[in-house]
């Protein structure tokens, strides 16, 4: 049986301690507490796994707090007892949202069979959301050596406690590493919490990384738990912390070193068991030299560096990615499988790819978007950047780079560009134009009739 952690509500200091008692010698932790207002606040500040409650209790009894649980989000299961048990109870309990509903007294064969059966299901709902999540998205694609390397790298580092710092640049697939780390380690079945260091503005990261309580700054309306408690028992992911100001490299290097945080606003610090990962485009020791970057903090973070390689340098897996992507953009929106002509997937590798894995990603998707049964190279030359776009009626435009308005100019620029292009291949043939970019006919007139472009005069 797996360890578990265990909150118990009951009024009665004697059933409180019997519980916790038998709890503790199976194994188990166990957190008590006398009242519903309590055990609430408890349940918002920590996962439990299972979260045992009487029903009659003094002020909001056990189904109010059942209640309260389910509209704050807290995921724990919930099984409630109490030694005045009815039907008209145990089904309004269920309702509510209870696991079960255990008759008091209470045997200890099983209250354990009930916290066994409550880590099973918190494992199934975990795996199943994790899979309905990923949809593969987590998966490393490669076939070539610049990639064996590094996953030579990861196989070696994942199994220990030590730190990772990944280097890459951006679209290199940074996170998608770290997470492989974090599958491969013996962290796998804890959380796996991430943060952009870059995308957080220095005046919340605080907040973000360590936590608040309600009311320690304007704003804070309730208590927020940070990124180092919610990856207690796993993995945080640091992303781009080059970008992470100097005071909070500081407190940061705290934690790091004494493995507890303390919350904004609170009184007490609560100790955190987490792997740190971190990764960056920027040169870390160039900055340690110039004091943009905290050198006791370098050498906590950079114990073992995997450096990426960017697309241009492994494009013998581009073929691969171009696959796996495609899989996983039809899935993901209900498209019948498109198959890449070979040409088409020689294009692509053609391309220098400056936006890396990510751009790539990109390209297939907007591919998909365009093509017609199959995507090919005439389709590619339109949707990269640095491909013509076509020209046609003194129209000539480069993709991804039209015009200097507002966006939706350049998208609109873009689509005028692409549909005459499609037309001119097409010979003016609007029902094969209109299939080649996946419009219906009529459709693809009402686009036409969007972007300027006059189809009569197209065709005559």
Known sequence: MSKADILIVDDE????????????LAGHEATVCDNAAKALELAKSRPFDLILSDVVMPGRDGLALLEDLKSSGVAAPVVMMSGQAHIEMAVKATRLGAMDFLEKPLSTDKLLLTVDNALKLKRLETENLELRRRVGRHELVWTGEAMQRVMAQIDRVAASES??????ETGTGKELVAHTLHEKSA??????????????????????LFGHEKGSFTG???????????????TLFLDEIG??????????????????????GGDKPAAVDVRVVVATHRNLEEMVEA?????????????????????????EDIPSLVEHFARQVCMQNGWKPVPF??????????????????????????????????????????????????SAAGVSV???????????????????????????RCGGHVTNAAKAVGLERSHFYKKCEQVGIDLRAERG
């Open 13 to 24: 200091a004697n059933t409180l301690a019997s519980l916790a008692r038998a709890f503790r």
């Open 163 to 168: 730190r990772v710092c990944i280097y890459g």
């Open 187 to 208: 962290r796998a079945a804890g959380p796996f919490v991430t943060l952009n260091c870059a995308a957080i503005p220095a005046e919340l990261i605080e907040s973000e």
């Open 220 to 234: 804070a309306a309730q208590r927020h738990i940070g990124k180092f408690e919610q990856a207690h028992h796993g």
């Open 243 to 264: 970008d992470m100001p100097l005071a909070m490299q500081t407190r940061l290097l705290r934690v790091l070193e004494e493995s507890e945080v303390e919350r904004i």
């Open 291 to 315: 004091g943009s970057f905290r050198r006791d903090l370098y050498h906590r973070v950079v114990v073992f560096p995997i450096t990426l390689p960017p697309l241009r340098a492994r494009r």
């Open 341 to 390: 002509a070979a040409e088409a997937v020689e294009a692509l590798r053609e391309y220098p790819w400056p936006g890396n894995i990510r751009e790539l990603r990109n390209a297939v998707e907007r591919l998909l978007l365009l093509a017609g049964e199959t995507v090919v190279a005439a389709t590619v030359e339109l949707a990269l950047p640095h491909r013509a776009a076509g």
């Open 398 to 424: 480069e993709a991804g780079a039209v015009g200097s308005g507002p966006l939706a100019q350049r998208v609109a620029e873009f689509e005028r560009a692409t549909l005459l292009a499609e037309l001119e």
